[in-house]
């Protein structure tokens, strides 16, 4: 775990564009995230902050500028796979889970990734199921789940593996209101108790607003709230 303030994420410059160059998402991104603090990256849909989360979580790269993601580079391979694996975990709008697989088999899904054994996760897994209220589901299938539920599984997911930083995008977009406060209070709550970053993706002024800070997305820029 890093010491509370200590940067765990960082960008410096960053411009991302598609078709080409023919259309700029990001221009000259530049984003501290530190240990502890949970920020919102507020904006409309298309503004670009799902860009910049995927970008920080190595699932895209820039075409400039430089990214550091505890210690390391997401825009290398090896790095990559090493932040996936150990230090990043991901909440999406749509859970991504395996609708076939339990709730404890879709939870495990990154600690097999990391070779982690089977006896070394079940503490683990039934800790994060109850901090929740998933353990009388534990067993269930995801296809069984409500949208809650399932959402409640991918947070269990992302945290399987005690990441340094936790990114969110969009993670109640597909809740109705109070299922979607449920899991925004359980977001932080976790990220708390685990002593995770985490950056949130969202539209929602109410829930930037509960976050400890607010950086504005808007034509591609960033600015603090």
């Not at 990001?26 to 990256?41: F, K, N, P, T, Y």
């Not at 969202?202 to 976050?211: I, K, N, P």
């Amino acid at each position: 775990m890093k010491a509370r303030g200590e940067i765990v994420a960082s960008a410096r410059d960053v411009t991302k564009t598609y078709d080409r160059g023919r259309i700029t998402v990001l221009q000259g991104v530049s984003l501290d995230v530190r240990a502890g603090e949970v920020v919102a990256l507020w904006g409309a849909s298309g503004s670009g902050k799902s860009t910049l989360l995927h970008l920080l979580g190595g699932l895209d790269a820039p075409d400039s500028g430089t990214l550091a993601v505890c210690g390391l580079d997401p825009c290398h391979e090896a790095s990559r796979n090493r932040l996936r694996r150990e230090a990043v975990g991901f909440v999406f709008q749509l859970h991504n889970l395996i609708p076939d697989l339990t709730v404890e088999e879709n939870i495990r899904v990154p600690a097999l990734a990391a070779g982690k054994g089977k006896m070394d996760t079940a503490a683990r897994v039934r800790v994060l199921v109850e901090q929740v209220g998933l353990g009388h589901r534990i067993g269930h299938r995801v296809q069984d789940l409500s949208g809650g539920e399932r959402q409640r599984t991918a947070i269990c997911r992302a945290l399987m593996n005690a990441p340094r930083l936790l990114l969110a995008d969009e993670p109640t977009g597909a809740l109705d209101e109070q299922t979607g406060d449920a899991i925004f209070a359980l977001l932080k709550e976790l990220a708390a108790r685990e002593g995770v970053a985490v950056v949130l993706a969202t539209h929602e002024r109410r829930f930037a607003e509960a976050c400890d800070r607010i950086v504005r997305v808007r034509n591609g820029k960033v600015s603090e709230v």
